[in-house]
C-alpha cells in the first residue's frame, strides 16, 4: 500500500490532547480522512502556496484539529511520527525523563498541596487523591502540551527521517 509516499503508516492515540477532537476509533479510515492526510503528507513539510483551494480549506481544518502548524508558508505535521524501525527508542525517552522532571515535580507538588489545602474544607483532606487525580491531569496535560508547542517551535522532533518511504 501507499499512502501519501509511505508503505505503512500506524496513526496511534498515546495521550488524549484536550486541544484535538477525538476522532480515532476501530476501523477509522485515516486514508478518508482528508485532514489526517494532509497532516501525513506534511511531515517533511507542504508549502502553502503549493496547495489547490481544496486543499486550503483542508490544511485550515487540520490546523484547527490540531494535526497540522503553519510557519510562515510551509505547513508541518503537529503529532509525533516515529519510523517503525525507532519505535522502542521512545520508550527509552522516559527512562531519563524522571531526572529531567523531578526538580519541578516537587515544586509543583509543594505548589498543589497548598492551593489544596486553601481550597479543601478540613473534613475532606481524606479526599486528597481524588483531588490529586485532578491536579495530575491538569498538569500532565500542560506539559505535554507545552513539549507538543516546543517541538514544533524547533520544526518538530527530528520528523523528516522519521518515517520509511516507499
Known amino acids: 500500500m501507499n499512502y501519501c509516499g509511505y508503505k505503512n503508516v500506524d496513526i496511534s ?7 484535538i477532537e477525538p476522532g480515532f476509533y476501530c476501523d477509522h479510515n485515516i486514508a478518508n480522512d482528508e485532514a489526517l492526510t494532509l ?8 508549502d502553502v502556496n503549493a496547495l489547490d483551494e481544496d ?29 517503525g524501525e ?25 505548589k498543589t498541596a497548598k492551593l ?19 491536579f495530575s491531569e491538569v498538569t500532565r496535560d500542560a506539559v505535554i502540551n507545552a513539549l507538543i508547542d516546543c517541538a514544533c517551535c524547533r520544526h518538530r522532533m527530528t520528523a523528516s527521517s522519521a518515517s520509511t518511504r516507499t
Open 13 to 19: 492515540v498515546i495521550y488524549h490532547n484536550p486541544d
Open 39 to 46: 497532516a501525513v503528507r506534511a511531515v517533511d513539510g507542504i
Open 55 to 83: 486543499e486550503r480549506e483542508q490544511a485550515a481544518r487540520a490546523i484547527e484539529e490540531g494535526y497540522i502548524y503553519r510557519d510562515g508558508d510551509m505547513l508541518y505535521t503537529k503529532f509525533l511520527v516515529v519510523d
Open 86 to 110: 525507532d519505535a522502542e527508542k521512545m520508550w527509552d525517552v522516559s527512562d531519563g525523563l524522571s531526572a529531567i522532571i523531578r526538580p519541578f515535580a516537587e515544586t509543583i507538588a509543594e
Open 116 to 134: 489544596l489545602r486553601s481550597a479543601l474544607m478540613p473534613h475532606l483532606y481524606g479526599e486528597y487523591r481524588y483531588a490529586n487525580m485532578l
